[in-house]
């Protein structure tokens, strides 16, 4: 049932550009059109949508997190994201026009249900992007998207989240097509380049040998850094859960630009940091920025593991691991850029000997509030 592999985690992961393509297989048409049947909120609706609310838990949360960067790109609807399990606590502000979004692998999980039930009390729609079929959550939801990942039965989330991901996407580039924003040739751009990036994850896959080396190297250490910027924050976020949750060391994942409000303080000589860099191309200011930030810490001492794009040279200085990942659109690099750090804690979890597909203290779907 582990098709060869010791682990379902490890399974999981080579599963992820198959589970990716399925979950866009018959929702783009021949003409590079978004076709979300089921999307069960009519067209009229969604062009009087006037916020955005995603609500969701753990690894959920983080594609939610990459998902608002893409809704109010590609649609100029304002978006929030929230911890299901804070949500309903604060009294949201909520109405008719408000779409919610409810991101949940398994489905059952109580926060996130809770939040969807009090939205739906103030008269939001609610859209479910779940990978279990007739779960809850869709059951209780106005429409549902489901991603196509297949069963995942490792308690660590990896190919359900590129799914979420690609989810997420489809959904914005979908209120974007319905709506008709300015963003019309850059939508139909990016729809183009989804269709290829199941090749580009694969692509990934086959070179994550050194990663896997490196983790083993680092088995002994305390703490692992993550630093993001822009949709690479929520990836170093993810990259850091996957790394605790899994090989039980402390990780933190920082947006960058933080780094000089405090976190900074925490380098030391040899510490390991992963920088999650963003494409030179695009927004390149970002990636300047985040070129001298490596350049900071590596000054004090850290251990620099830096995931750049392929033929971004300018890392290549201050980066003691150099991890390569394709070339994507700069909204899309959460779904490559993810891949290493799914890897990378694994490995780190195998080396430190423990239950890879089973972390202690976790359960698969946490069905209690
Ligand atoms: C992390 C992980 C959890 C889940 C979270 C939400 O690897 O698996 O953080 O992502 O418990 O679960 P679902 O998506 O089933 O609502």
Redesign the pocket.
Known sequence: EKGGYDYFMLKEIAEQPKAVADTLLGRIDASGSLTLDEVRISASELREVDKVVIV??????HAGLIAKYAIEHWTRIPCEVELASEFRYRDPILDARTLVIA???????MD?LMALRHAREQGSKVLAIC?TNGST?PRESDAVLYTHAGPEVA???TK??LTQLVACYLVALYLGQVRGTKWGDEIQAVIRDLSQIAGAVERVLETMEPVRELARALADKNTVLFLGRHVGYPVALEGA??LK?LAYMHAEGFAAGELKHGPIALIEEDLPVVVIVPSPRGRSVLHDKIVSNIQEIRARGARTIVIAEEGDEAVVPYADHLVRIPATPTLLQPLVATVPLQVFACELATARGNEVDQPRNLA???TVE
């Open positions: 969701a838990c753990g690894t959920a949360f991101i949940s692998q398994s489905g059952e999980t996130t990978n959550i308690v660590a989330s359900a989240f859960l996957k949750e698969k779907s946490v």
